[in-house]
Structure formats: C-alpha cells, structure tokens
C-alpha cells in the first residue's frame, strides 16, 4: 500500500493518467485531434509519449527519495 501511495504524491505520474485518459477519449471521439489539420491527425496520439518523456528528463528527485 505505501508503494501506491508513493507513486501518487508524484506529478509526473498525475500527469501520465490524466494524458492516458485525454488520449483515450480523443481516440474514442476525436475531440482534440478536430482542431489540428487533417494531415496532422494521425500523430496526436504520438505527443503524448513525447511529452511524457520530457517531463520526466526535467523531474529532479527520484520517486524514492519522495
């Protein structure tokens, strides 16, 4: 229990299910993704991962220092 309460208090984790959720939703109705040319549709889904990859480079302390 303390290692999911651990991972919890961490943004970068908030940040990861929230994008997991938005990308879920967009790919079910397309919401986001209507505001971007057509032919940059298809690597909206791709961003995420992107910018989850960056945000954990700028995270300073590790989860187990938390």
Do not use: V
Request: glycine share 6%; net charge positive.
């Amino acid at each position: 229990m303390d290692s999911i309460l651990q991972r919890l208090k961490s943004k970068t984790y908030w940040a990861a299910i929230i994008g997991a959720l938005l990308t879920g939703l967009d790919a079910q109705s397309g919401f986001f993704s209507q505001y971007f040319p057509i032919e940059y549709r298809l690597y909206i889904p791709m961003l995420w991962p992107l910018l989850m990859m960056g945000m954990r480079e700028l995270t300073t302390t590790a989860l187990s220092d938390k």
